[in-house]
Each structure stands twice: as structure tokens, then as C-alpha cells.
T-cell receptor
Framework: DAGITQSPRHKVTETGTPVTLRCHQT?????MYWYRQDPGHGLRLIHY???????DKGEVSDGYSVSRSKTEDFLLTLESATSSQTSVYFC????????????FGDGTRLSIL | KQEVTQIPAALSVPEGENLVLNCSFT??????LQWFRQDPGKGLTSLLL?????REQTSGRLNASLDKSSGRSTLYIAASQPGDSATYLC?????????????FGEGTQLTVNP
């Protein structure tokens, strides 16, 4: 299994609080991604990174920010959490290249009350 | 905007049956197509990746095909087993300049009955 660790695995917090999720990889892969998974919507891309300090938006980026200061860590921040951001969040990594799959972490279940 | 559809949404079969899961996408300008498996409460496991220039890929009892012109892919599972029970997800990737971003279907939930 690809060396991907997401933390925390579960979190319950209140509306309006800041939340940071961490993705840590031991594979030295160039690309890292944050997705959210919701019933009726499947997995949707929030943000991705193509190198240290290089990030770009996905299709559902509003309300989220990311940072990547080291190859191995990709942080997802909800500046002021809302109930609509209750979801399961997955981190993925990839070497890049047409024949390279994305490998996923085990997810973070986030509940915002 | 790329849209990915998977049919059926759920499928229940007896053990030993061969089965086909379907995936369709609206934009044929894809980089690659990936099939994943997701067990309840778990992350996604990569099963097969088909590059845009390829027609099929095989791994053990799994065979995935790709027809870019018609916007379709199928995942064939031979001699199904109860351990194959899971949700199967299809995803298409945009090009490298877009970070190989994936667009997912909502999945087919497969149950294989002993």
C-alpha cells in the first residue's frame, strides 16, 4: 500500500471554527490531491498540488484553502467550517504521467454541527 | 464539463457468475481512465488504469476495456467471489497540464452472494 497517512481520522467540530486536515506521504510523489465524498455526488476534487508551494483549485474549492510547504505534507484548511462541509475527505497522491494511478488514503470523516 | 456515469448503481449476483460493470463519459479527450474499488469505511484501491492510447488492461480476474470514441469503459469480473463485494468506481483523468485531475462516477455497489 502507498504510504499515505491522513490525520485526524475522525473529527467533530462546530460551525464557524477553523479546521485543518493533514495528508502525509512517504512516497516522494509529485502530485497530491484533496477530494470530498458525499452521497449523490461521488468524489469531487477540492484542490491539488503539483509541487512544493504549487497548488491549484478543483471543482469545489470555495471555502477551502491548501498549503504544501514540504513534498510530504499537504494541508487542507476550512477557515470557518459550515455544515455543508460535513463530508468524508480523501487525500490522494500520484507520481504523474499517463500510466501512473492515483493512490488514496483511508479518509477523514468530518462532522460539523 | 466532463461527466461520468456508472450503470447499474447496484448489482447483486451469485458466486461464480461473470459480470460487467459499465462506465460512460461525455468528453472523449481523456488522459487515462482508472477503475477503483472501495470497501465500506475505507479509501479507494486502484484496480486498473487504461491509458488513452490503449484498448484494454487485465489483472487477474479483472479486465477493463476503453472505447474513447464512444465514451465508454467496461470492467469485466470473471468468476465472481464474495470477497469481490465492494463499490467499484470509474474515474477519467484530464491531461498532465491539469494535474491529471480525476472526475469520478458515483460507483456501482456490487454484492456477490455465497
Amino acid at each position: 500500500d502507498a504510504g499515505i497517512t491522513q490525520s485526524p481520522r475522525h473529527k467533530v467540530t462546530e460551525t464557524g471554527t477553523p479546521v485543518t486536515l493533514r495528508c502525509h506521504q512517504t512516497e516522494n510523489h509529485r502530485y497530491m490531491y484533496w477530494y470530498r465524498q458525499d452521497p449523490g455526488h461521488g468524489l469531487r476534487l477540492i484542490h491539488y498540488s503539483y509541487g512544493v508551494k504549487d497548488t491549484d483549485k478543483g471543482e469545489v474549492s470555495d471555502g477551502y484553502s491548501v498549503s504544501r510547504s514540504k513534498t510530504e505534507d499537504f494541508l487542507l484548511t476550512l477557515e470557518s467550517a459550515t455544515s455543508s462541509q460535513t463530508s468524508v475527505y480523501f487525500c490522494a497522491i500520484s507520481k504523474g504521467g499517463v500510466n501512473q494511478p492515483q493512490h488514496f488514503g483511508d479518509g477523514t470523516r468530518l462532522s460539523i454541527l | 464539463k466532463q461527466e461520468v456515469t456508472q450503470i447499474p448503481a447496484a448489482l447483486s449476483v451469485p458466486e461464480g457468475e461473470n459480470l460487467v460493470l459499465n462506465c460512460s463519459f461525455t468528453d472523449s479527450a481523456i488522459y487515462n481512465l482508472q477503475w477503483f474499488r472501495q470497501d465500506p469505511g475505507k479509501g479507494l484501491t486502484s484496480l486498473l488504469l487504461i491509458q488513452s492510447s490503449q484498448r484494454e488492461q487485465t489483472s487477474g480476474r479483472l479486465n477493463a476495456s476503453l472505447d474513447k470514441s464512444s465514451g465508454r469503459s467496461t470492467l469485466y469480473i470473471a468468476a465472481s467471489q464474495p470477497g469481490d463485494s465492494a463499490t467499484y468506481l470509474c474515474a477519467v483523468a484530464r491531461g498532465e497540464t491539469s494535474g491529471s485531475r480525476l472526475t469520478f462516477g458515483e460507483g456501482t455497489q456490487l454484492t456477490v452472494n455465497p
